[in-house]
């Protein structure tokens, strides 16, 4: 599968993902809590891998400008939708990807929710990220490692999924990894969180600031 393939998952499953429930609910309030903290009012703030939106809808309102990005032709319509009935002045959705949001730079911060593991270059990403950003600016993600999860999961039953069509690329790191290649580059790491209130917590929340 490449790039197009993993859209094309994405535009399939959309309608199940708009319905799907928030599996931790509390841990998902205490992420939103969070970033707002970080924002200011005048930031100009781009989210990418926004999926159907749910988290652009809460948090465009405490900033200047939020452009939410997603792959998926399905996800951004869903997005759309939704904004249709709850407009945020400011708010703006767009089937884009890293790579081609040079022009809108820069961005006082990047925020990237279930959206790492996902990308197929992640050294190269994170450099379009940093590009992106203003300078000082933050990137802010909380990022599935698959690396610290049952290794059956990362090496046996996902290439199996993903050989079947049953599931988009997904890299396979752990939290430490993670890290690693946040701060080479170049960004300097401000804070690691958890924020899950049930179960183990395999997705590490992490503020970075443009060196």
């Not at 690329?169 to 290649?181: I, P, S, T």
């Amino acid at each position: 599968m490449n790039a197009v393939n993993d859209a094309h998952f994405w535009d399939r499953t959309s309608s199940r993902y708009a319905r799907s429930a928030i599996s931790d609910q509390a841990g998902y309030e205490r992420t939103l809590d969070r970033t707002r903290e970080r924002l200011k009012p005048q930031d100009r703030v781009l989210e990418l891998g926004c999926g159907t939106g749910s988290t652009a809808l809460r948090l465009a309102g405490c900033v200047q400008s939020y452009l939410a990005a997603d792959i998926s032709t399905g996800m951004i319509a869903i997005a759309e939708q939704k904004q249709a009935t709850e407009a945020i002045p400011g708010l703006s959705f767009r089937v884009a990807t890293a790579e081609t949001l040079a022009t809108d730079a820069p961005f006082d911060a990047v925020l990237g929710f279930s959206y790492l593991h996902l990308v197929r270059d992640l050294p190269g990403t994170l450099a379009q990220l940093r590009g992106l950003l203003a300078a000082g600016g933050l990137f802010i993600s909380k990022t599935p490692c698959i690396g610290d999860m049952n290794p059956l999961l990362g090496y046996g039953a996902l290439p199996v999924m993903r050989a079947l069509r049953l599931a988009p690329y997904a890299a396979v790191f752990n939290a430490a990894e993670l890290q690693e290649r946040v701060s080479a580059a170049g960004f300097q790491i401000l804070a690691v969180e958890r924020h899950a209130t049930k179960g183990k917590d395999r997705r590490p929340y992490i503020v970075a600031r443009k060196s």
